[in-house]
């Protein structure tokens, strides 16, 4: 009996510091990384998370992230199994509606399912709706960017796949001829993409014929530049208008005094 007590008591004695030291070292090691795993995969996330096709009716990314309450709805409204949930492993944000247009693009519903069942507002149905009625062909879910590298009508071989395909035919993607100087009685046939009625469907993706489509959908933020305000299209009357009211300041330097003639004949003093 005195040898258990014995043994009860010193399981009892505290820890020696060396103990402790050591056990606050391994639990800072294992807290440091999971905090590393978390990190990298909230990073991986983030970086997918711009490149991700949502539904139509998306509000702008940031938003949608806090606006999404995950719940599914759009997913399940969806008549051809368009949209997929993130799910642990995706690298995506958890929960959250996307597609993949290689594999099943939006097939533009006239009554649009997914985005009116949204309870949250992260697919505004206002976005997709012209006088009262919902209208898919003003959704922006992306838009289409083709590789002329590996697109097969810029080498020459007729191939309109993607112009077939265009719910919105002869208006998203366009035909362009030209003489194949190459051959001199061919012609190619260079599908060109219409940024502003492009709606971001994925069904030219989806209906490309090389083995990597060459034709393929990005959120507009990613694939679209930005020329900035201050420039104006050549010739366009209407764009114009927009700096009627504009006003501009000009930055005079020493070497901008001289006429342009002058500063070109001052660099030929000497010769």
Aim: some cysteine; hydrophobic content about 35%.
């Amino acid at each position: 009996m005195s040898e258990n007590k014995h043994e009860i008591k010193k399981k009892k004695e505290p820890l020696s510091d060396r103990r402790k030291f050591i056990l606050n070292m391994a639990r800072g090691v294992g807290l440091a990384t999971m905090g590393g795993f978390i990190w990298s995969a909230y990073i991986d996330e983030a970086t997918a998370s711009s490149l991700l096709l949502r539904p139509p009716g998306a509000i702008k990314e940031n938003d949608f992230l806090k606006t999404c309450i995950k719940c599914g709805l759009c997913v399940e409204a969806c008549p051809y199994d368009t949209l997929l949930l993130a799910k642990p492993g995706d690298n995506k944000p958890l929960g959250t509606p996307y597609f993949i247009a290689r594999d099943m693009p939006c097939y533009m519903c006239p009554d649009i399912p997914c985005v009116p069942v949204c309870p949250t507002g992260a697919l505004d149905e206002a976005s997709v709706t012209t006088n009262g009625v919902l209208d898919i062909k003003i959704a922006d879910m992306g838009v289409a960017v083709i590789d002329s590298n590996s697109c097969i009508a810029f080498w020459g071989i007729q191939c309109d796949a993607c112009y077939r395909a265009c719910p919105i035919l002869g208006e998203a993607i366009t035909i362009e001829y030209s003489k194949n100087e190459r051959t001199g009685k061919h012609a190619f046939m260079k599908p060109v993409i219409q940024s502003d009625v492009c709606t971001g469907c994925g069904m030219c993706e989806r209906a490309c014929v090389t083995e990597k489509a060459s034709i393929f959908v990005l959120p507009r933020e990613v694939a679209q530049g930005k020329a900035g305000s201050h420039y104006v299209k050549g010739w366009d009357k209407e764009d114009e208008k927009r700096l009627e009211n504009a006003t501009s300041k000009t930055t005079t330097t020493e070497l901008s005094k001289d006429s342009a003639i002058d500063s070109l004949n001052d660099g030929l003093e000497g010769y």
